[in-house]
């Protein structure tokens, strides 16, 4: 167990839907970080806060957009979904000054039919 | 951040030792190597990382070749647990986000 949460572990829904992903980071670590994994690209990072702040950005588009709330949990926010938007989607977090070392949670599989 | 390059797949027999290699020969003088691993659809687990010297935790050892254009991560008695995909990440040491190739997926069989 990473100590990194993540909701709901398992999401099935339309084209053209909007779905929020949640994550809750380690209890003390003010970075959390987004990444997509899907069969055909890998893992790729999307997103990075730091304490509220958007830090570094990646492959994210313009229809995804995520935040990070002064309780340090953050949500990912996917809109128009397509099916190729279908992968796993993992939060993780890391300590100040640590960011090398990044704790995953156990993912969001979403599915779009 | 440099490009690493890994062997697709490999096997090792359970209780021996598990050497999995990186290349990075582009790699700059301020850049890391750090391994991650991720068993069967969970998230990645970060493993050890070093920038020149060899180094080892309760996990596994990394051992970096003198030019740092290559380096070998070494699991001393594999587990069937340890099956798993292993990426080799090299980037500076400020640099949040983390870049995963397509990593070496290691299978430990009995």
């Known amino acids: 167990d990473s100590g990194v949460t993540q909701t709901p572990k398992h999401l099935i829904t339309a084209t053209g839907q909007r779905v929020t992903l949640r994550c809750s980071p380690r209890?003390?670590?003010?970075?959390v970080y987004w990444y997509q994994q899907s069969l055909d690209q890998g893992l790729q990072f999307l997103i990075q806060?730091?304490?509220?702040?958007?830090?570094a950005k990646g492959n994210i588009l313009e229809r995804f957009s995520a935040q990070q709330f002064p309780d340090l949990h953050s949500e990912l926010n996917l809109s128009s979904l397509e099916l190729g938007d279908s992968a796993l989607y993992f939060c993780?977090?890391?300590?100040?000054?640590?960011?090398?070392?990044?704790?995953f949670g156990p993912g969001t599989r979403l599915t779009v039919t | 951040d440099a490009k690493t390059t890994q062997p697709p797949s490999m096997d090792c027999a359970e209780g021996r030792a598990a050497n999995l290699p990186c290349n990075h020969s582009?790699?700059?003088?301020?850049?890391?190597v750090y391994w991650y691993r991720q068993i069967h659809s969970q998230g990645p687990q970060y493993i050890i990382h070093?920038?020149?010297n060899n180094e080892t935790n309760e996990m596994a050892s990394l051992i970096i070749t003198e030019d740092r254009k290559s380096s070998t991560l070494i699991l001393p008695h594999a587990t069937l647990r340890d099956t798993a995909v292993y990426y080799c990440?090299?980037?500076?040491?400020?640099?949040?986000?983390?870049?995963f190739g397509k990593g070496t997926k290691l299978s430990v069989k009995p």
């Open positions: 993780a977090s890391s300590a100040q000054g640590m960011d090398y070392e990044q704790y």
């Open positions: 209890s003390g670590d003010l970075s």
């Open positions: 806060y730091y304490n509220g702040e958007e830090r």
């Open positions: 582009t790699i700059s003088g301020n850049e890391y």
């Open positions: 070093g920038l020149k």
């Open positions: 990440i090299s980037r500076g040491g400020s640099q949040g986000n983390l870049i």
